[in-house]
């Protein structure tokens, strides 16, 4: 094997060096703005209107992150992290008050900047992170700015608490009664519409009712039968 060249190798650790850089830069604003805004998986849209300092540097950090630097772990939790800021960041700028879906294109045609790449929301989940990462745990982890969404988090994903931070955020989203109804005299479990949207990446993970059980305190019965919640797009915070 012929030997790297002295000056390609240290172009590497430069890169790699000014990436993480701007890879802790970005977690740091983007701690500051969930632990200042965010309380009891709620966002405060209006006091982060009043007050965009963190997020804007947040967001400034994420569009000089040369994605395809990120690998494993660290490419998961930022992948997270650069979805949730970027609807919180949208959601501010663009002035809902009573919902993303009343923002034309939120999902699927605006686009929003990390690195020198342009990227829609649904292109992100999709193409990117899912694509590349099998978890069903993800649909826990990303928030849609919706009611109906799973609770947000108020701390940043990274690589070393990745794991922990996955199981502890779809862990209270399924012991609460935001995402899972019971009724049992009717024998039913009334559940989130996630669950229908992304049905078969339950069925990897073993099936809704395992994976719900999986998580859940207060086990679902084998035997209830599964129905699906209408799904609500008012804005999840104040």
């Known amino acids: 094997m012929k030997n790297v060249p002295v000056a390609a190798t240290i172009c590497f650790l430069v890169v790699t060096s000014i990436a993480q850089a701007q890879l802790a830069y970005f977690n740091k604003y983007t701690r500051e703005v969930l632990n200042t805004f965010v309380s009891n998986g709620v966002a405060d849209y ?8 963190q997020l804007k540097q947040a967001i400034e950090a994420l569009e000089t992150i040369n994605l395809d630097s990120l690998q494993g772990d660290e490419k998961k939790a930022f992948l997270i992290n650069a979805y949730n800021i970027l609807v919180i960041n949208a959601i501010v700028e663009k002035g809902a008050k009573t919902g993303v879906m009343k923002i034309p294109g939120f999902f699927d045609r605006n686009q929003y900047k990390i690195g020198g790449t342009f990227y829609t929301l649904n292109r992100l989940e999709k193409e990117v992170l899912f694509k590349k990462f099998t978890d069903a745990r993800l649909h826990f982890a990303l928030v849609c700015g919706a009611v109906s969404c799973p609770p947000l988090g108020s701390v940043p994903f990274t690589a070393n608490n990745l794991d922990h ?13 935001q995402l899972i109804a019971l009724d049992m005299e009717k024998k039913t479990v009334t559940v989130s519409k996630i669950f229908e949207w992304y049905k078969a990446d339950f069925a990897k993970a073993g099936g809704t009712i395992d994976f719900i059980n999986h998580y859940r ?6 035997d209830f039968s ?13």
């Open 217 to 222: 305190v207060n086990k679902i019965p084998i």
């Open 165 to 177: 931070e996955l199981e502890n955020i779809t862990r209270r989203a399924l012991n609460g009664p």
């Open 46 to 53: 209006k006091g982060l209107t009043k007050n965009r300092t």
């Open 226 to 238: 599964v129905t699906y919640a209408d799904y609500s797009w008012q804005l999840n915070g104040k």
